[in-house]
């Protein structure tokens, strides 16, 4: 089955203790991406790839890293945490480069709350 | 950048009504207006898209219409259902940006049996 999945998808921890959320789609696409979702400000970029070891800052970086080493894997890495990261974060892949148009396939979602 | 700006926040119809959502974008390089729907507690999902060289486009229930003069485009949804009944997105890309999805801020669409 085609699919992007998400680990963990639920995620309770406390400031500053580092932790990585994985994401990975088995689509063969290029081009991946995570979302933030917050109440009221929809969904925000955090990061994307156009395709490996290519990645490139979104709306909102401050406080998040990513990697692209494989095609299939985009983990987003949270070195310290803090409260205001607290969010509903999505990963999501489509095919393609740059001036195609195809659809964006989402992730299941991971819920992360930083106490 | 790309401002995406999309309103109402919150739309309540009564079954069997249409339903209309607007969007506007800042940046008239964008050429690519994707909708996605989610359900509560559900990832977002495509349900119509539309690109800068069509006026409108179809699909059963759903439509979308742009006008790239004015820089809006609006999702139209006919004989409402309680199913229908979720968070739309719409969202806009542009090219000159690396092909990055701004998304509007979400309308909260409530179906009324």
């Known amino acids: 089955e085609a699919q992007v999945t998400q680990n963990p998808r639920y995620l309770i921890t406390v400031t500053g203790k580092k932790l990585t959320v994985t994401c990975s789609q088995n689509?063969?696409?290029?081009?991946m991406s995570w979302y933030r979702q917050d109440p009221g400000l929809g969904l925000r970029q955090i990061y994307y790839?156009?395709?490996?070891?290519?990645?490139d800052k979104g709306d909102v970086p401050e406080g998040y890293k990513v990697s692209r080493k494989e095609k299939r894997n985009f983990p987003l890495i949270l070195e310290s945490p803090s409260p205001n990261q607290t969010s509903l974060y999505f990963c999501?892949?489509?095919?393609?480069?740059?001036?195609?148009?195809?659809?964006?396939?989402f992730g299941p979602g991971t819920r992360l709350t930083v106490l | 950048g790309e401002n995406v700006e999309q309103h109402p926040s919150t739309l309540s119809v009564q079954e069997g009504d249409s339903a209309v959502i607007k969007c506007t974008y800042s940046?008239?390089?964008?050429?690519?207006f994707p909708w996605y729907k989610q359900e509560l507690g559900k990832r977002p999902q495509l349900i119509i898209d539309?690109?800068?060289?069509?006026g409108e486009k179809k699909d059963q229930r759903i439509a979308v219409t742009l006008n790239k003069t004015a820089k809006h485009f609006s999702l139209h949804i006919t004989e409402t259902q309680p199913e229908d009944s979720a968070v739309y997105f719409c969202?806009?890309?542009?090219?000159?940006?690396?092909?990055?999805?701004?998304f509007g801020t979400g309308t909260s669409l409530t179906v009324i049996p």
């Open positions: 969202a806009a890309i542009n090219p000159n940006t690396g092909n990055q999805f701004y």
């Open positions: 940046d008239s390089a964008s050429n690519y």
């Open positions: 689509m063969n696409h290029e081009y």
């Open positions: 790839s156009m395709n490996v070891e290519v990645t």
């Open positions: 999501a892949s489509r095919r393609g480069r740059a001036g195609s148009y195809n659809e964006q396939f």
């Open positions: 539309i690109r800068s060289n069509v």
